[in-house]
């Protein structure tokens, strides 16, 4: 069946760093992808996402790029804020109405 | 409110109690989902309505689980005899349409933590 591989965490930065969370992907055709992060207290939200091979999907200086070829959907920052930690899912949907999540890695930005 | 609201925020049940999670969605969406998310894990499916039909209920994990959305908007989530290893997070979401667009995306409420002793 379809799922979502994501790299685990926590990842610990020091702020300004480079971020990347890996994410790969199982299934059948061609699957939109997503970014969701969950602040502290706070619910899920959409980050980006992306719906077809090699679109580039970016928000809040997020990026990650849609890789048929390598079935991933890798999470990148150029430069970290503490204001950044939280839990990232990598999500995917394909051609049914169902989000399937990776297990979620934690962020954890330090000054 | 402006976003998806759920209630309670936390519920403690007596194994064997019947418990109803309660999900407001924003107004005129159609779509709304319910995931249940365990400790440490992404979030699983349970069930999808779109507006009043409950048209995938695939994920519901046992006969105990129970969905319904009468007249499209509001939606409960009910579990009966609760057992321990239906402690977990249970997420709502809602979105203006189905998932399968370009332009559409699900909103999540902040959850109903739900612990069973």
């Known amino acids: 069946g379809d799922s979502v591989t994501q790299m685990e965490g926590p990842v610990t930065l020091s702020e300004e760093a480079f971020l990347t969370i890996n994410c790969t992907y199982t299934?059948?055709?061609?699957?939109?992808l997503f970014w969701y992060v969950q602040y502290p207290g706070e619910g899920l939200q959409l980050l980006l996402k992306a719906t077809k091979a090699d679109d580039k999907g970016s928000n809040k200086g997020f990026e990650a790029t849609y890789r048929k070829e390598t079935t991933s959907f890798h999470l990148e920052k150029g430069s970290v804020q503490v204001s950044d930690s939280a839990v990232y899912f990598c999500?995917?949907?394909?051609?049914?109405?169902?989000?399937?999540f990776g297990t979620g890695t934690r962020l954890q930005v330090f000054p | 409110g402006a976003g998806v609201s759920q209630s309670p925020r936390y519920k403690v049940a007596k194994r064997g109690q019947d418990v109803a999670l309660r999900c407001d969605p924003i107004?005129?969406?159609?779509?709304l989902f319910w995931y249940q998310q365990a400790l440490g894990q992404g979030p699983e499916f349970l069930t999808y309505f779109q507006n009043e039909a409950q048209l995938d209920k695939s994920g519901l994990p046992s006969d105990r689980f129970f969905a319904e959305r009468p007249e499209g908007s509001v939606s409960t989530l009910k579990i009966q005899r609760t057992q321990q290893e239906d402690s977990a997070v249970y997420l709502c979401a809602s979105s203006l349409e189905g998932l399968g667009g370009p332009n559409t995306e699900a909103f999540f409420g902040q959850g109903t933590r739900l612990t069973v002793v």
């Open positions: 999500a995917l949907s394909a051609y049914t109405d169902k989000l399937i």
């Open positions: 107004s005129g969406h159609v779509s």
């Open positions: 299934a059948t055709g061609y699957p939109s």
